[in-house]
């Protein structure tokens, strides 16, 4: 959410023949607790865990992270990694003793014979120590930001721990089906501020999607903007597509396209225009030209690429 901007929770009601949601606007906070990541390595082709005194030679004293060249030892021999020497102010955090710029050439060298397998669950590729962490930063495996866009939140994880943590701790609306009918209702239309909402999040083919609504100014001119998000990897999501649909009075403007992953932050795709754009004139005409309350009316499918 932009600086400034407001964070709001929508109370849906939902009708009998695909879905008809009525909002109203509540403040509500997010929740910032981190899961904790589970971390191995293997050793030739014997696992190494993290009571394997080899292992544990690889990890840093002060910050506990495995280290990577450059790797500095104190005059008795205790490691630490580069990030870390550069904070402690050339004292040995352990002895106390004088750092200096020694290199323990030797501890690079076993870190270089070692295989290492991915951290991240569900991944079981072996890579050499010094190719894990590229590795790692691209897994298809990797952990999910939270993709709840009212505020921020540090939490991570697979998908079904996201969307559990996105039901119990930000209340997010849970449905099922591939079409939605929306109702978005919001008083004084003409103030406009940078604002998010997350609607709700749809099970459409066993699949997650986050549906979006956003007011922000585009330049100099006020708009809202409805987009989905698919909780997966873009591979995944180019499988599916979306449109949505927005109108009254004889006109109406529509939006098809493809879900973004969640990899991609609320704000990048926002800040990309992909999704359906209303400017605040066009909506108000939609509303009736009522300038005390916006209604807007939002249908939309999704649907999978054969």
Not at 124 to 132: N, Q
């Amino acid at each position: 959410m932009a600086p400034g901007g407001s964070t709001y929770k929508e109370a849906l009601e939902t009708n009998s023949k695909g879905f008809d949601y009525e909002v109203k606007m509540a403040k509500t906070e997010a929740n910032n607790n981190k899961p904790a990541k589970a971390t191995s390595a293997s050793f030739g082709k014997y696992a190494i865990h993290n009571s394997n005194g080899v292992y544990e030679l690889l990890e840093c004293l002060v910050c506990t992270n495995l280290m990577y060249p450059p790797i500095h030892q104190c005059p008795n021999g205790h490691t630490l990694c580069s990030s870390c020497k550069q904070k402690v102010q050339n004292t040995c955090p352990t002895c106390r003793y004088e750092l200096g710029n020694i290199r323990c050439l030797a501890l690079e060298k076993v870190a270089e014979s070692l295989e290492v397998s991915c951290q991240n669950l569900g991944c079981h590729d072996i890579f050499p120590y010094y190719s894990k962490l590229k590795h790692e930063q691209h897994c298809r495996f990797r952990s999910y930001n939270c993709p709840y866009a009212g505020a921020e939140c540090s939490v991570t994880g697979d998908i079904p721990t996201l969307v559990d943590h996105l039901k119990d701790d930000h209340k997010v609306d849970m449905h099922s089906g591939c079409t939605f009918n929306h109702r978005y209702v919001k008083s004084n239309p003409q103030d406009v501020e940078n604002a998010t909402w997350m609607l709700t999040v749809f099970n459409c083919f066993g699949r997650q999607f986050c549906l979006h609504f956003e007011a922000f100014q585009l330049g100099t001119a006020p708009v809202y903007m409805a987009f989905l998000r698919f909780m997966g990897d873009e591979n995944e999501a180019k499988k599916f597509s979306y449109s949505l649909e927005v109108g009254a009075h004889g006109r109406k403007l529509t939006w098809q396209g493809i879900p973004r992953s969640i990899r991609d932050g609320h704000r990048k795709v926002r800040d990309s225009q992909d999704g359906l754009i209303i400017p605040r004139n066009m909506a108000l005409y939609f509303s009736g030209s009522d300038k005390e309350e916006l209604k807007l009316r939002v249908t939309g499918r999704i649907w999978r690429e054969e």
